[in-house]
């Protein structure tokens, strides 16, 4: 009982932070969403901050969790990006979310370690992605691999948010991303000499 209580809360703090953002997530307006008693919200998680530290990371591993299979079944950058844009069509409430949570963590540090929690999910995602992406290219043994599946996973949650101010270069900064996804498969493209040639160029400029 107990715990369907809690996971009531949870959902109803999933729906109230993408109804109100987390400016209205009052402990009110989550316990009618989840249709409990208000007090419960304390009783169960303490704060009203305690219970978005646990709705995000449920929020985010759930989300993860539905996208876990195409994640998988990706092999280059340019299927990433164009899985990375289906993701921001079709969860776009709830990376902004995840975007209003980070903002949020700022002044809340109680927010911090759920947050960054459900930023991880994301980019082991992506991690995991990158590695076999990049293991046919030069840059395979000159890139952070774990670096750059958090830069990508950053840039996702910021053009969110920068969308909500300027869509157009929002847009632009997305086609900059595929124009990168293209000169990578054109990398993976090259013959094995040509190949070779760009890895000791690239190990001369980085010694």
């Known amino acids: 009982m107990a715990a369907d209580t809690r996971e009531k809360l949870v959902r109803g703090a999933l729906e109230t932070l993408r109804t109100h953002g987390i400016a209205g997530a009052s402990a009110r307006r989550i316990a009618a969403a989840a249709g ?8 169960h ?11 995000c990371e449920f929020g985010a591993r759930e989300q993860v969790d539905a996208y876990r299979a195409r994640f ?13 844009r ?7 409430t709830d990376l902004a979310m995840l975007a209003q949570l980070l903002a949020g963590a700022q002044a809340a540090p109680e927010l911090v370690p759920a947050t960054a929690a459900g930023l991880a999910l994301w980019a082991e995602e992506i991690e ?10 030069p840059l395979a043994e000159f890139v952070d691999v774990g670096g750059l599946a958090r830069a990508v996973t950053a840039a996702f949650i910021g053009l969110d948010l920068y969308e909500g101010v300027d ?16 000169l990578l498969t054109v990398l993976e493209d090259l013959g094995p ?15």
């Open 72 to 84: 998988q079944r990706v092999r280059s950058l340019t299927e990433l990006l164009e899985l990375g």
């Open 45 to 55: 998680f303490g704060s009203v901050h305690g219970l978005l530290t646990a709705a």
């Open 128 to 137: 995991g992605v990158l590695h076999r992406v990049l293991a046919a290219t």
């Open 36 to 43: 409990v008693n208000q007090a419960l919200v304390f009783h």
């Open 86 to 92: 289906t993701i921001r069509a079709d969860e776009r």
């Open 167 to 182: 869509q157009k270069e929002a847009e632009r900064a997305v086609a900059s991303l595929e124009q990168l996804g293209r």
């Open 193 to 207: 000499v040509t190949r070779l040639a760009i890895r000791t160029q690239l190990r001369r400029s980085t010694r």
